[in-house]
């Protein structure tokens, strides 16, 4: 350490730049709540962007990590490994029926990449039909399915043949799903793009257009997944079952991690060397997320942030603000549409001791742990009322 500079000193020299900052140190963290440098503490309705749906330090998830790290922390994927096996053994249990193969990776971008050349290979297609608004990752695969002009424009040109419709609109949807398609991308519900649900009918519709089309439907639940909405996928809320589905964030509790499951056609178009990861699989993040998956079933935690959820945006919705066009969401992802930029309501919510996040500029959005206690989602809902009024 450099005397006579602080933490947030030392990083802003030496980081990259890519990140706006929020103006605290965060150094500790318990459940829903983190603490700064300074000892001050704050409900954190960031979690991680949505990593932390266990809560910080959950204790389960700190053990499995503790005992794995004195066993084995690396294995690459051309040996065999208990772990590995035990945690893909769980996906197949947990995720929508069919999706009985999965392959691991290190972050949710990373699993969209995997998909789309899953996806390519499968059909022997090349097009990729994706929403405006959504949002699928950084690197430049995902970034050409992310709709975000500020994302893709310094990066361009991206990957081609993909084209953007409207989301939720199906009639679109179908307009632009063909012979050419190799696979139709979407969220059940947007994040970054406002916390913005998808119908039923909208969801099963594309489901349909791809079965008859000969596309693939990729489901991307890396936000949504493992519980965040109040059922442990959000595509369980419409029946929907994808040919492939991507999964990242709280997969591993913090540990980062990320995979994609898919069904027996897609495993039939598989072979050895046709994609890796030297990090994907590796013993101490399978040893997470198993303790993650068992975590969410035992204590029926996407059932309490269905009941969380429903209760915190009755509370939003009874904000009598001006500024409040409209409170969405699903389960424990819950966004406060307003009729103007949110920036300074963020940084309001932080001085009153709440971590919030965007989606857009004029959308505030909460991805709170699923562990929060409800006196919490009140001291939340009071802040908002006082910096919205």
Known sequence: MQPNLSYAEIEDRYTA???????????????????????????????????????????????????????????????????????????????????????????????????????????????IVATMRGFHGRTLGSLSLTWEKAYREPFQPLIPGVAHVPYDNLEAAAGAIGEDTAAVVVEVVQGEGGVRPGSAEYLQGLRALCTECGALLVVDEVQTGFGRTGRMFACEHHDLVPDLMCMGKSIAGGVPMGAVSFNHTVRDAMHPGLHGSTFGGNPLACAASIAVLDYLERTGLPRQAAEKGHYFRDRLRSINARSIREVRGLGLMVGIECRTKVQPYLQALMEKGVLALPAGSTVLRFLPPLVIELEDLDRVAEAVAEVLA
């Open 17 to 127: 730049g890519v990140y706006p900052k929020r103006g605290i140190t965060v150094v500790r963290g318990m459940g829903a709540h983190v603490w700064d440098d300074a000892g001050r503490e704050y409900i954190d309705c960031v979690g991680g962007h949505g990593v932390a749906n266990l809560g910080h330090s959950n204790p389960d998830v700190v053990q499995a990590i503790l005992d794995q790290s004195r066993t084995l922390i690396t294995c690459p994927e051309v040996f065999h490994n208990d772990k590995r096996a035990q945690l893909l053994e769980h996906l197949a249990r947990f995720t929508p029926p069919g999706l009985d193969h999965s392959f691991l990776c290190n972050s949710g971008t990373e699993a969209v990449e995997a998909a789309l050349k899953f996806a390519r290979v499968t059909t022997g297609r090349t097009g």
